[in-house]
């Protein structure tokens, strides 16, 4: 039997080169390696607010952008993480087992949460919510860029603890980082990660943006001249 793999994208904002770079194209190179999960990761989304009609049209767009990336659904299994009930069933048994302090030192929780008024509990449990998504598979492999490294960690901890207590219910995911990808810079600030959540119109390149915008933010990204 093929090793298995899981990784998500969420289906906010545009999916943009640094998502082609550090998960979609290394997904398409190992989906034939392993027996491959590639989920929407829709749950994750509503940590924040999202217009529901909006978010089902992302959804869609995201599994075009799969496709068409060259995700092959004869080897691949293609996933709505909302359509599969498992993974909130499994983040609440995950959840009562999770000390909350361990959740507290996630670095993501502290930069978000330092960055808002207010947050919702959602972001503080996101974390338990991703180990489920991986452990619900028994995913032995787990493809991520380096700012989801500290999460990966977690699930390893969450599913030790499981372990401990329940005998040994789920396999050691082990993180897979990409050689090439795994943290490309916005092009208006480049000392930050390229985010779909960042405000400026000159961030990213968008995979869907038309090769005339694509040309006109490029002569606009900040260089080191």
């Given at each position: 039997?093929?090793?298995?793999?899981?990784?998500?994208?969420?289906?906010?904002?545009?999916?943009?080169?640094?998502?082609?770079?550090?998960?979609?194209?290394?997904?398409?190179?190992i989906?034939?390696?392993y027996?491959?999960i590639?989920?929407?990761?829709?749950?994750?989304?509503?940590?924040?607010?999202?217009?529901?009609?909006?978010?089902?049209?992302?959804?869609?767009?995201?599994?075009?952008?799969?496709?068409?990336?060259?995700?092959?659904?004869?080897?691949?299994?293609?996933?709505?993480?909302?359509?599969?009930?498992?993974?909130?069933?499994?983040?609440?048994?995950?959840?009562?087992?999770?000390?909350?302090?361990w959740?507290?030192?996630?670095t993501?929780?502290?930069?978000?949460?330092?960055a808002?008024?207010?947050?919702?509990?959602?972001?503080?449990?996101?974390?338990?919510?991703?180990a489920?998504?991986?452990?619900?598979?028994?995913?032995?492999?787990?493809?991520?860029?380096?700012?989801?490294?500290?999460?990966?960690?977690?699930?390893?901890?969450?599913?030790?603890?499981?372990?401990?207590?329940?005998?040994?219910?789920?396999?050691?995911?082990?993180?897979?980082?990409?050689?090439?990808?795994?943290r490309?810079?916005?092009?208006?600030?480049?000392?930050?990660?390229?985010?779909?959540?960042?405000?400026?119109?000159?961030?990213?390149?968008?995979?869907?943006?038309?090769?005339?915008l694509?040309?006109?933010?490029?002569?606009?990204?900040?260089?080191?001249?």
């Amino acid at each position: 039997m093929r090793p298995r793999v899981f990784s998500g994208i969420q289906p906010t904002g545009n999916l943009h080169i640094g998502n082609y770079l550090g998960a979609l194209r290394n997904w398409v190179k190992i989906q034939y390696d392993y027996e491959s999960i590639f989920c929407i990761v829709d749950l994750h989304a509503v940590t924040l607010y999202q217009n529901p009609a909006e978010l089902q049209a992302k959804i869609r767009e995201t599994a075009g952008i799969f496709l068409a990336a060259g995700i092959d659904p004869k080897h691949s299994a293609m996933i709505v993480q909302s359509a599969v009930s498992g993974h909130a069933e499994l983040a609440w048994m995950l959840t009562c087992v999770t000390p909350i302090g361990w959740l507290y030192r996630m670095t993501q929780f502290k930069a978000k949460s330092e960055a808002q008024d207010t947050v919702g509990d959602g972001l503080l449990q996101y974390p338990v919510l991703m180990a489920a998504d991986i452990l619900l598979y028994q995913a032995g492999l787990v493809p991520v860029g380096d700012d989801q490294a500290q999460h990966l960690e977690l699930a390893r901890d969450i599913a030790q603890r499981f372990n401990s207590l329940y005998n040994d219910t789920f396999v050691m995911p082990e993180t897979r980082l990409p050689a090439v990808g795994a943290r490309v810079m916005g092009l208006d600030e480049p000392d930050k990660k390229m985010s779909k959540s960042a405000p400026g119109s000159n961030h990213a390149i968008a995979l869907l943006d038309d090769p005339a915008l694509i040309r006109k933010k490029f002569s606009k990204a900040t260089t080191d001249s």
